[in-house]
């Protein structure tokens, strides 16, 4: 059974250009949340999707945004990419009445 | 806001020795759940353990325990005999119970090292 997937892995990326990172949630998981991890801290809340909608969003501007598939699927953009938006993304997918997550490794993006 | 306080940066066990990681957190909330999460050099989040905070028992997984004081709003992790596989970042995360899939608060985590 596969987990979380996440493409790509690493990505480098000059200042002010835009970038999508993709993730595939574990089979049966409907719901997908994404979070920042800047290097030696815990991870941050993005934002979640459910159903396709954005349901809960933590304090990221608007620069930030995502999607959410039929198939579950989800993207996170971030544009006008500032070097402070270094960082390790990681996804994490859920089942709406469960309240376990299941993460994927994460993409690593540096802005240069 | 919900916090979660990891006071250790860094921690180290000998192999086959007992360790234990605190944590403390601040809420107001009654209902909630608690997560210990490893994360090895291969990035991924993976959960160690997980407490339900209306359940005054403990939770156990085989070599990984908790001692959940909820009055003083601590949660911390103890690992008995540490393995080499057990180096890696440790995060605390707190979870809202109050509805939906609340997002995770985590600390800052805490680097455990395992001397052979």
């Known amino acids: 059974d596969a987990g979380v997937t996440q493409s790509p892995t690493h990505l480098i990326k000059t200042r002010g250009q835009q970038v999508t990172l993709r993730c595939s949630p574990k089979s049966g998981h409907d719901t997908v949340s994404w979070y920042q991890q800047a290097l030696g801290q815990g991870p941050q809340f993005i934002f979640q999707?459910?159903?396709?909608?954005?349901?809960q969003r933590g304090n990221f501007p608007d620069r930030f945004s995502g999607h959410q598939f039929p198939n579950y699927s989800s993207e996170l953009n971030v544009n006008a990419l500032l070097l402070g938006d270094s960082a390790l993304y990681l996804c994490a997918s859920s089942l709406e009445t469960v309240y376990g997550y299941t993460f994927g490794s994460g993409t690593r993006l540096t802005v240069v | 806001a919900q916090t979660v306080t990891q006071s250790q940066p860094e921690m180290s066990v000998q192999e086959a020795e007992t360790v234990t990681l605190s944590c403390t957190y601040d809420?107001?909330?009654?209902?909630?759940?608690l997560f210990w999460y490893k994360q090895p050099p291969s990035r991924q989040m993976i959960l160690v353990i997980r407490?339900?905070?209306?359940?005054?028992q403990n939770a156990t997984e085989n070599r990984f325990s908790v001692n959940f004081q909820k009055a003083a709003k601590s949660f911390s992790l103890k690992i008995s005999d540490s393995q080499l596989g057990d180096a890696a970042m440790y995060f605390c995360?707190?979870?809202?119970?109050?509805?939906?899939?609340?997002?995770?608060?985590f600390g800052k985590g805490t680097r455990l090292s395992v001397i052979a």
């Open positions: 809420t107001s909330e009654s209902d909630y759940y």
């Open positions: 407490q339900e905070a209306y359940k005054q």
């Open positions: 995360a707190y979870r809202s119970a109050n509805s939906g899939n609340t997002p995770l608060v």
């Open positions: 999707y459910y159903e396709e909608e954005e349901r």
